[in-house]
C-alpha cells in the first residue's frame, strides 16, 4: 500500500455530522443512523463476504470505519498487543462499502501473490502485516466495549423517562418506582394531564415492574461508530449504542 496513505485520521462522531454508518450520506432529521436498512445490510453483507484474510491472518478483533477521506480497517491478532492499521483514500464519488472491498481485494491479492510464490501460509500473512502500518492508539480502540441493556421494550422506558444506563440490578424498582411516580404526576388526570397518556405511563410502568421481578440483560459487544469484527465467531457486527430514551412523546 503506497506510503502516503498511511497517515492518522481522526473519526468525526456521527452525533456530530449525522451522516449514515454505512454510505456516508447525510441523513435527514429524523433518521438517526443510516439512511435505510437496506444501505446497512448491503455494507454488513459485504464485510461478511469478505473474512478469509482476516482468518488467514489469525484476527482476534478488527474495526472499519471511514471519513471523508479514506477508509480504514484496524486489526489485533491473537497473541499480541499491537494493532494493525490499513488505510486507503476514498474514490471519487465512491461508496465506504466499494472502498472497503478495494482495501480488501488489494490486501486479498497480496496473500494469495505470496502464498503462490513461497507455499507457505505464514509468509503470506507475514507480507500483508508488514503493509499495515503499526497503530500507537490504544487497543480499547479495537477492544469493544460491552454495553449491558435491559431486555425490555424501549417504549417503555419512553414512556417513564428512563434510560437503559439507569438501570442496574441494585436500584430496579425504586428507579421505576421514582420514574413513575414522576411521570404520574405531569400526566395524572385529575392533575389537568391527558388520560391516554396517563394510561401509557400505567401500562408501562406495570411492565417494567413485572420485569424487575425476574431481570434479564443483554450484553452486547461493539462500538458506537465502528463495525466489529469478532474472530471467534467469524462475523462482523454493525455499530451499536445503549438504548436512549427519546423525551416529549409517547
Excluded at 471523508?68 to 489485533?76: G, K, N, P, R, W
Excluded at 441493556?149 to 417503555?156: R, T
Excluded at 428507579?175 to 414522576?182: E, H, M, N, V
Amino acid at each position: 500500500m503506497p506510503e502516503h496513505t498511511r497517515q492518522s485520521i481522526s473519526v468525526v462522531a456521527p452525533e456530530t455530522n449525522r451522516r449514515c454508518l454505512s454510505c456516508g450520506a447525510f441523513l435527514p432529521r429524523r433518521r438517526r443512523r443510516y439512511c435505510s436498512t437496506q444501505c446497512q445490510e448491503r455494507l454488513l453483507a459485504s464485510l461478511n463476504r469478505r473474512t478469509g484474510l482476516l482468518r488467514a491472518l489469525s484476527t482476534r478483533y478488527a474495526t472499519f470505519y471511514f471519513t471523508d477521506f479514506a477508509v480504514i480497517m484496524d486489526i489485533l491478532l491473537y497473541g499480541t498487543g499491537q494493532i494493525h492499521s490499513y488505510m486507503l483514500p476514498r474514490s471519487s464519488g465512491g461508496k465506504p462499502v466499494e472502498d472497503f472491498c478495494h482495501l480488501s481485494n488489494l490486501l486479498g491479492n497480496l496473500w494469495w501473490s505470496e502464498k503462490h510464490r513461497t507455499h507457505k501460509r505464514y509468509l503470506a500473512s507475514r507480507q500483508v502485516l508488514h503493509r499495515a502500518r503499526k497503530s500507537s492508539a490504544p487497543l480499547n480502540s479495537v477492544l469493544p466495549a460491552v454495553f449491558v441493556v435491559p431486555s425490555v421494550k424501549a417504549s417503555s422506558l419512553v414512556r417513564l423517562q428512563l434510560d437503559s444506563s439507569d438501570l442496574t440490578p441494585s436500584n430496579l424498582e425504586s428507579k421505576i418506582k421514582t420514574a413513575y411516580r414522576r411521570q404520574a404526576m405531569k400526566h395524572h388526570p385529575d392533575l389537568g394531564g391527558s388520560r391516554e397518556t396517563f394510561l401509557k405511563i400505567q401500562e408501562a410502568y406495570e411492565k417494567l415492574t413485572e420485569w424487575a421481578q425476574r431481570p434479564t440483560f443483554i450484553h452486547r459487544k461493539g462500538f458506537p461508530d465502528k463495525w466489529l469484527y469478532e474472530g471467534a465467531r467469524n462475523r462482523w457486527i454493525k455499530p451499536i449504542m445503549p438504548r436512549k430514551n427519546k423525551t416529549g412523546s409517547f
